[in-house]
């Protein structure tokens, strides 16, 4: 009986034995699975990372190679030879493969990347899109008044566009008449009557305190305020990130703010364009209870309306970057001015005429009365001849002088008449003929009342100054040919680097003028008319004079100072989005 127990029991135990070497060799067969999956996790993991690293490395290449070109398109950077082939630190196994092709959409860069891990065991494929949004230029000369830190206009004028290049002010006149700040709380202020037919942005706050309407929409970064009156204010729309106070007038268009908004009566949202919000605002509104201050039947201040729009800001420079000096006109003027230590003091005295071209200059008197001969050096009476010396100016590089009474040389060199200042007194008088002339001034440039400079047509001047520039009472500058030479510059051209109070136009006479100060508080009290641009640190109109931009300067290309003569704005490459695909299909 024992026996036949002893032998069940080792059938027990036999069974148990092979149970037990069931679980274990199905444990090992398990964990090899495992191992095996988790290899195989790997090197597929590998191979993604390898697929995103060739995404981030042609991404940067692009990217870099905007900073190189910013105007590159979109299609000339996907040909910028932005693909790699590389590995990884971990053996020799590891290989990625990306590239860059233009994408269905306009704006669209696709950057495809494959990665393998143990010569092809393992692959990944990833496809990335990146937004590509070109970088825009503007032109020197893109609007009437640009005020890197402010504008104020206390005058009556009327301020408009017109297009020199395709005929007279009467023939083309037209609504182009920009006004810009941008550096850091530059403010515009519109406290006279200005009639303005153009846009107003500033990176500061926009006032409207006088009766001056706008035709054309205004952009504030810090907020408008718009002061009692009627009429139409703003002819488009009142855009801001900050707030807005409307008192009186009509805007014809639509409001936006990103901060409060606060309207009086007596003040309406005409919203003609048929916008789905007259306005929208992210902060408080503040609206009289008045039918009029509603839409559709939806009162101002119902929440439809206190959305905040989320306005993009105008970009903000530092006052003496770049952008406000796009000409690098203060960097450079030192090696334009040249060594001046034997530049002679012109002053051109009553009753005395001066004649300068590209190469030569001299002066006669008028009626037998002379007071010396304008060159500095107290000779008087007869006439003399002064030669002008050659020099490299920067901003001819592109724009070559023109002078017609030699031959034409190949050397890159301009002819230029060196000052230590330029004075034309009363009744004397200075024409300009011959070509593009260029008078380098270490020291003021002024022209007194009752003289008169005479621009002749087909002829230009261009004056580098370092100090003060007083064209002031009844002296004049006639153009004789308003608009760009046949070589391209302006027909009279003021280049200042003085900083501060440092010009001031005060004449009664229309005068045409490219005026560029970047550093330059420029007044305007004169009642002549001005005709061109100008480009100042602050600009302070109080005359009653009129100003009428000419749209042709905008062509002006100078090839200097960013490389390019222009303000430009970035281009970007934005990621959106990224999907896998297995290698071998397609998107």
């Known amino acids: 009986m024992m026996k036949k127990q002893n032998g069940f029991t080792l059938i027990k135990v036999l069974l148990l034995s092979t149970m037990a070497g069931v679980v274990v060799f199905g444990a090992m067969r398990e964990t ?22 060739g995404i981030y490395i042609v991404a940067k290449c692009l ?37 860059a092709e233009a994408g269905d959409a306009p704006d669209i860069v696709v950057i ?99 009766s001056s309407p706008v035709y054309g929409n205004i952009k504030s970064n810090t907020g408008i305020e718009i002061s009692s009156g009627g009429g139409v204010r703003v002819d488009g729309n009142a855009i801001t990130l900050g707030d807005i106070v409307h008192k009186g007038g009509e805007i014809t268009g639509y409001v936006r703010a990103n901060g409060d908004a606060t309207m009086k009566s007596g003040a309406s949202i005409a919203n003609l364009s048929n916008d789905d919000f007259d306005i929208q605002y992210g902060g408080t509104g503040t609206f009289p209870n008045e039918g009029a201050f509603s839409q559709n039947g939806v009162h101002y201040s119902n929440s439809r309306y206190n959305v905040n729009p989320q306005i993009t800001p105008i970009e903000i420079h530092a006052a003496d970057s770049s952008h406000c000096d796009p000409l ?48 500095g050096n107290g000779n008087s009476g007869g006439l003399s001849a002064i030669s002008a010396f050659q020099k490299d100016i920067y901003i001819f590089d592109t724009l070559e002088q023109y002078y017609e ?34 008078f380098l001034i270490d020291g003021d440039f002024s022209i007194k009342g009752g003289s008169g400079m005479t621009i002749k047509a087909g002829s230009s001047l261009s004056i580098f100054v370092t100090g003060n520039i007083d064209l002031g009472g009844s002296g004049n500058v006639y153009v004789e040919q308003h608009g760009l030479t046949n070589s391209g510059h302006a027909a009279f051209n003021i280049y200042s680097s003085k900083s501060g109070e440092g010009v001031s136009l005060g004449g009664n ?41 000419d749209e042709a300067l905008k062509t002006v290309d100078f090839g200097v100072g960013d490389g390019s003569g222009s303000t430009q704005t970035k281009p970007l490459l934005t990621f959106e989005r990224w999907y896998y695909r297995l290698p071998n299909s397609t998107e």
């Open 509 to 549: 006479s229309d005068m045409y003028a490219m005026v560029y100060a970047p550093l330059s508080t420029v007044k305007v009290t004169g009642s002549g008319s001005l005709y061109g641009s100008i480009v100042g640190s602050f600009i302070d109109g109080s005359g009653s004079g009129d100003f009428h931009f």
């Open 405 to 438: 009474d030699v031959v034409q040389s190949d050397n890159d060199l301009e002819y230029v008449y060196g000052m230590s200042g330029f004075e034309l007194g009363s009744n004397g008088s200075v024409t300009i003929q011959g070509g593009d002339v260029i």
């Open 112 to 210: 495809t990347s494959s990665g393998e891990r143990y010569s092809g065991d393992s692959n990944d494929k990833i496809i990335a899109h990146y937004k590509f949004t070109p970088g825009s230029s503007s032109a020197v000369n893109d609007s009437i008044m640009a005020g890197c830190t402010g504008v104020s206009l206390k005058g009556s004028s009327l301020i408009d566009s017109y297009d020199s290049s395709a005929g007279s002010y009467e023939q083309t006149k037209g609504s182009n008449a920009v006004i810009n700040t941008s550096s850091s709380n530059a403010n515009v202020s519109l406290s006279g009557h200005s009639i303005i037919k153009g846009d107003v942005n500033a990176a500061g706050a926009i006032y409207l305190t006088g």
């Open 328 to 375: 690098a006109i203060v960097q450079n003027m030192d090696e334009v001015i040249g060594e001046s230590n034997d530049y002679l003091y012109y002053k051109v005295w009553a009753n005395q005429h001066y004649t300068f071209a590209p190469t030569w200059a001299y002066y006669e008197t008028i009626n037998g009365n002379g007071n010396g001969n304008g060159n």
């Open 32 to 53: 090899l699975v495992q191992e095996r999956l988790s290899g195989n996790f790997q090197k597929s993991m590998n191979a993604r990372f390898l697929s995103e690293k």
């Open 63 to 99: 990217k870099d190679k905007l900073v190189e070109d910013p105007s590159l398109t979109r299609d000339e950077l996907v040909l910028a030879q932005c693909s790699y082939t590389g590995g990884g630190s971990a053996g020799d196994d590891l290989k990625y493969d990306a590239s």
